[in-house]
């Protein structure tokens, strides 16, 4: 099993839920997070005051699934997440050792 | 299941059975030891004989004293681990009647449960002299037994944030739950009074709650989404949105009566703190007394004469953040049917409820407006959202308590210190007419009772008549009209659209065409968010929407500039000439008739050299000038008014292609001079005329006025001057913001002015002593050299006081 961690642009998520749940992924957890890369933040100006945004407001969406599927869960996420622009976003992939799914003991690809 | 019609008689027969079997163990582990001085006592929930299918049983074992019980705990272990085994949830207690006489700070509830206790078998002498002390201890523990029982309610209160309103409420915690039925009853039983009628409400959730445990199997309370749809059929209700209402309705009968109950207590068991708060009476006047934190109505029969009493009302509340007392709410509620007639036929209360919102506890007024009923009195439309669930994961409200949370919301912004938050509230006091604020907010979800999808449109339909049946001029309908539309754009935008994208900033500009509309649609956008569940504004999600307003914002100033009226073919020579060039702005804020009238008075410019109109605007004046332009002319202008002793509030000051200039300003006259003295209006317009013709020196006539004291450094506003040359191609943006004072702006245009640079745009706002000014300039048609800039910018600093 495999745990995809992808940091992306705020207005895409819409469009990656969507292309997702086209591949039949529907669980996942989402959560508001900060940061930058190589995007760094930048500078707004208001009323004459100079205004720092260094830490840019993205999403961060995690989901884990079975090894047979991740290259096709990665494509179709980075296909819907792509502007082709600077800051749209990162994908991170680790190896997950166990599920385990809480009500009822289901284990491995079974308690995804 | 089958359904169980009578609650109470479910309840007595499962205590019964209960009681049948603690007598039996009792008999047969207990007495053996215990031939006396030991007696059995059913307490809270089964004292009163109300056990639900899961409930624990409370029991109280009174004892002779301590060592009596300690010589025999084997036979009490063997008596309690049989009733445990025989499958009841037991909660029992050891004490001796004195034990039971001292007041428990820390354990609230063993008081309160004697509340309900009752006597089961055992020694008799000593139940007697139990039951002897009891009443002498509830007489002499009154207070401290009341205060302990408000404390630990309003507690539980505020976790459940104060209201009824849950879209999956614990029927038994949650505010209007069966405890708040418990608590009402004891409060009346400890100041020996009458508990009001709330039996329906106790009937309807004493029959969900058997029903719930029933289907759970255990003491389950919660009542679910899943609960709801078969609580629905089990009720033979027609369906479950339908049937949550009459919960709501049940609930918020029990709400009511635990915070009316609660308040008796305090008023009553507090003399102190009473006194305290009746400083407040002096706010009495001939309407209505305020004594003990609550106004009273002098004379509740007048409604039914003077219908808008109620409007008065809520207006005091909303001034003094003091509520109705009991009395005052039931005899509005009664007077409802009288002033939903009234109301109906249109009635010009628009400046009373106006009023109502503009004050600082508006949303409080509100809330006691929807309690009594006035709200929807005054706004039938209301009913369709009256206890309307929307069933989804992240509403937490009902949509009428969404709605004035949303209100709450807005009022929670005044006095807030968090970093993040601070420039909202900056935002709502740079609001002109925060009112039409909080009646865009009142309507902008009412379309969801009758619309599937575009509630804001229905919303709108429903709003608009409405509005108009109350009196609301056209131009706050057409604001509020905006808000109620647009209300779910910035969410929208936030959610799908780039934010560094240009493209996007020029959307959100064009969606809300002027700054006071970006303003008004980013705090409904904060507020409707904020209210949908206590946590939906996080510091994020407070980001990413302040992110949109500035990116609007700036491209709303840059478009003053930069986007131009063009030479309109179809419309009159002279009205084509005079549109052409003039910013976006102007066409976005003049209604077709103040159009007219500035085409009049160019018409009069071109025989004249100057045209000019005065006149008086809500509380203030208003100055309209046409002329052409030239150096200094903006300044000379400012400087008059400031020589009039007047103070400008707004100022605006436009070109078109042909170099003629349309300037507005709004100032407030503190004396009243205008007014009072007719001919100084005329003497006014002439002086104008004069200094704009070049016929009198502006510096002549403020040499006489004392200057103005430099604003205190220790002033809110720090003076920032900053300059943009980036904003257009073909003339530099000056922003200021400074505390606003007398003369200011005069000082201002003429610094830029000796500078030698021409003031092409100005728009000037004043809210709360804060001035907000930004000048377009150019010199000698291009944008002035980095050089003079330097300059100028050290002379704006210096006329701010920074």
Known sequence: ?112 | MPPCNDPIRALAERTALVDGMVEGFARERLWPSFPAGLTLMAVGGYGRRHLFPYSDVDLLLLVESSRLAQDAPDAISAFIRALWDSGLRLSHSVRTPEECAEIHDQNIELNVSLLDQRFLAGDRALYARFAERLPRFLHAQRDPLMRNLTTLSRERHRKYQNTYYHLEPNIKDTPGGLRDYQLVRWLAQIRSVEAPQIEPAFLFLARLRCFLHSRAGRDQNALTFDAQEQAAVYFAAPGAAQWMRDYFRHARDLYRAAVREMESSEAQSSSLLAQFKDWRTRLSNTDFSVARERVHLRAPHALEADPELALRLFQFVARHGIRPSAAAEQSVAAAVPQLAQWFSTPQPVWPALKEILSLPYAAEAVRGMQETGVLRALFPEMAQIECLVIRDFYHRYTVDEHTLVALQAVEGLRGTREPAVKRYTDLLSEMEEPALLLCALLFHDVGKGAANGAHAEASLRAAEPALERIGMPRAERDLVGFLIRQHLEMSAVMNSRDLQDPATARHMAARVETVERLKALTLMTYADISAVNPSAMTPWRAEVLWQLYLLAYNELTRELETSRIPSVPSETPQKRAFLAGLPTRYARTHTAEEIDAHLGLDGVFRQRGVALSLEKVAAAWRLTLVTADRPFLFASVAGTLSSFGMNILKAEAFSNSQGTVLDTFTFADPTRTLELNPTEMDRLRLTVERVVLGRLDVRQLLQNRPKPAPPSRNSEVRPTVSFNPEASDSATLIEIVAQDRPGLLYDLAAAISAEGCNIEVVLIDTEAHKAIDVFYVTAGGRKPETAQLEKLGGALQQACGG
Do not use: C, W
Not at chain 1, 5 to 22: N, T, W
Not at chain 1, 41 to 47: I, L
Not at chain 1, 92 to 107: H, K, S, T
């Open chain 1, 1 to 112: 099993m495999k745990k995809i961690e992808a940091i992306i642009q705020p207005f895409k998520l819409d469009e990656v839920k969507e292309a997702l749940a086209g591949i039949g992924v529907d669980g996942m957890t989402i959560s508001e997070v900060r940061g930058h890369g190589r995007q760094k933040g930048h500078k707004e100006v208001y009323r004459g005051r100079e205004y720092t945004v260094d830490l840019l407001p993205k999403l961060k969406i995690e989901v884990v699934v079975a090894d047979s599927r991740y290259e096709e869960l990665v494509k179709t996420l980075t296909n819907a997440a792509r502007t082709g622009k600077i800051g749209d976003g990162k994908i991170f992939v680790y190896d997950v050792a166990e599920a385990i799914r809480i009500r009822n003991d289901d284990r491995g690809d079974a308690a995804l």
